[in-house]
């Protein structure tokens, strides 16, 4: 029995460490630990952590996969909503009329993105 539970605990670090192609903007949780903020965001790398240490205690979680903050950048960048954002983001105002325009822009980059 002893045996089954380290063979469960390494299942998932033996496919993590198999040859397979590493993607640009794509980790899977399963590569992905509390390390990797930076790269895909502190809810994305908390469901790596999840995936990681519960998976190996006999908690089902699905694994899946999560998308870069280069690639949200990328996606910004390409198709020209970085400068639509802070366009918006310099049109606010201050004083009063502060929130009505913070919300007006809010919506506006809502509706962009």
Do not use: C, W
């Amino acid at each position: 029995s002893n045996r089954k539970s380290t063979d469960k605990s390494n299942k998932h670090r033996s496919r993590s460490s198999m040859t397979r192609p590493k993607f640009k903007y794509i980790r899977r949780f399963e590569d992905v630990t509390s390390e990797d903020v930076q790269i895909v965001g502190g809810k994305n790398a908390s469901l790596g952590e999840m995936f990681r240490s519960l998976s190996n205690k006999g908690v089902h979680v699905p694994n899946g996969y999560a998308t870069t903050a280069d690639a949200y950048r990328e996606f910004l960048t390409h198709n020209g909503l970085d400068k639509f954002i802070k366009e918006k983001l310099s049109e606010i105002k201050t004083g009063a009329d502060k929130i009505h325009t913070l919300e007006t822009a809010g919506a506006s980059i809502r509706n962009a993105l």
